[in-house]
């Protein structure tokens, strides 16, 4: 699936700071809850998805927008400290860094209000004015929570230097057709896709129906995630499941982005789309099984290890 000699890969996408409280039960309006243990981790999409490909043995950049307070040093600290090359991070002394508040419930659900802060201001200009990272990239990979404009330029750019480019369309938010046809692959869950397509996402005849809705709209590889594994709908093939691993999961925060993030390590890497889907089940896996996002990511040869007879070398 790559187009290039390279092995980088180029992750854009938002940086943030997670405070986490994990309590019995959510608060209603006007009430206070007790929590039972509180964390503090860095997080947004854009920068665990870096680190979880970083942790994989992947060569990565990251681009992203942070303000100059405690919580920007925190996450670009963090990041940097996992092997992600932090250099083109831009940081604004205007608008604050992104916070996300978490609270986290027993079954390991979680609710989650994200204050993006410079993640929103993060410009198509700015992008352009990296654009020799995409000259030198393999694999793109961006998500939704920095503005729409600028994910449609990452795109463009993406396919201009032919990458692969692939897309985690979360959160769900109105998006453009050229957002989806300069997509090579995207990876939504089943509520992000039944937004996109405007369909059901219960069963697996419809997952196929609405996933060809979005290969309708020029995306050529669709995987649609789910708690029991990952439905892969291609051009012209029928869906094809890949089932995940059963562990006993505390926190569900992250799951996603550590299988986009291993997803892009091994199609980087040279494997084909099935090794690198069944790669990314155990990478997700393994990652619920531990509180909060980048605490959770596995290093490459926990992922190997896990399950030795798998051919994921």
Same mark, same amino acid.
């Given at each position: 699936?790559?187009?290039?000699? !390279? /092995?980088?890969?180029?992750?854009?996408?938002? %940086?943030? @700071?997670?405070? +986490?409280?994990? @309590?019995?039960?959510?608060?209603?309006?006007?009430? %206070?809850?007790?929590?039972?243990?509180?964390?503090?981790?860095?997080?947004?999409?854009?920068?665990?998805?870096?680190?979880? #490909?970083? /942790? *994989?043995?992947?060569?990565?950049?990251?681009?992203?927008? $942070?303000? $100059?307070?405690?919580?920007?040093?925190?996450?670009?600290?963090?990041?940097?400290? !996992?092997? &992600?090359? @932090?250099?083109?991070?831009?940081?604004?002394?205007?608008?604050?860094?992104?916070?996300?508040?978490?609270?986290?419930?027993?079954?390991?659900?979680?609710?989650?209000?994200?204050?993006?802060?410079?993640?929103?201001?993060?410009? #198509?200009?700015?992008?352009?004015? *990296?654009?020799?990272?995409? /000259?030198?990239?393999?694999?793109?990979?961006?998500?939704?929570?920095?503005?729409?404009? %600028? +994910?449609?330029?990452?795109?463009?750019?993406?396919?201009?230097?032919?990458?692969?480019?692939?897309?985690? =369309?979360?959160?769900?938010?109105?998006? !453009?057709?050229?957002?989806?046809?300069?997509?090579?692959?995207?990876?939504?869950?089943?509520?992000?896709?039944? %937004?996109?397509?405007?369909?059901? $996402?219960?069963? *697996?005849?419809?997952?196929?129906?609405?996933?060809?809705?979005?290969?309708?709209?020029?995306?050529?590889? +669709?995987?649609? $995630?789910?708690?029991?594994?990952?439905?892969? @709908?291609?051009?012209?093939?029928?869906?094809?499941?890949?089932?995940?691993?059963?562990?006993?999961? &505390?926190?569900?925060?992250?799951?996603?982005?550590?299988?986009?993030?291993?997803?892009?390590?091994?199609?980087?890497?040279?494997?084909?789309?099935?090794?690198?889907?069944?790669?990314?089940?155990?990478?997700?896996?393994?990652? +619920?099984?531990?509180?909060?996002?980048?605490?959770?990511?596995?290093?490459?040869?926990? #992922?190997?290890?896990?399950? =030795?007879?798998?051919?994921?070398?």
């Amino acid at each position: 699936m790559i187009r290039k000699d !390279s /092995r980088k890969i180029l992750v854009i996408g938002s %940086t943030v @700071t997670d405070l +986490v409280s994990k @309590t019995s039960r959510l608060p209603v309006k006007g009430q %206070t809850t007790l929590g039972e243990k509180f964390f503090m981790a860095p997080g947004g999409k854009g920068a665990n998805q870096a680190v979880a #490909v970083a /942790r *994989l043995n992947g060569d990565v950049s990251f681009v992203s927008k $942070t303000g $100059t307070d405690y919580f920007g040093d925190f996450v670009i600290e963090n990041i940097k400290n !996992s092997g &992600v090359d @932090t250099s083109n991070i831009i940081r604004d002394e205007e608008i604050h860094s992104g916070v996300s508040l978490i609270c986290l419930l027993k079954d390991g659900d979680n609710a989650i209000i994200m204050n993006p802060g410079a993640n929103m201001a993060l410009d #198509v200009k700015e992008i352009e004015n *990296l654009e020799f990272l995409f /000259r030198m990239s393999a694999v793109v990979l961006v998500q939704l929570e920095i503005p729409v404009e %600028t +994910v449609e330029k990452i795109l463009v750019l993406g396919k201009k230097y032919e990458c692969l480019t692939i897309l985690d =369309p979360a959160p769900a938010i109105d998006l !453009s057709g050229d957002v989806f046809l300069n997509s090579d692959i995207i990876t939504p869950n089943e509520h992000e896709l039944e %937004t996109y397509a405007k369909c059901p $996402t219960g069963t *697996l005849e419809e997952i196929y129906r609405a996933s060809c809705v979005m290969i309708e709209k020029g995306v050529r590889h +669709v995987i649609c $995630t789910k708690s029991e594994g990952a439905y892969l @709908t291609s051009r012209g093939n029928e869906i094809i499941f890949f089932p995940g691993i059963k562990v006993n999961a &505390v926190d569900t925060t992250g799951a996603g982005d550590a299988f986009a993030g291993a997803l892009a390590s091994r199609l980087a890497g040279g494997k084909n789309l099935h090794e690198a889907i069944k790669f990314a089940n155990l990478a997700a896996g393994i990652s +619920v099984k531990k509180y909060g996002a980048m605490p959770s990511f596995a290093d490459y040869d926990a #992922v190997v290890n896990f399950n =030795p007879d798998l051919d994921l070398v």
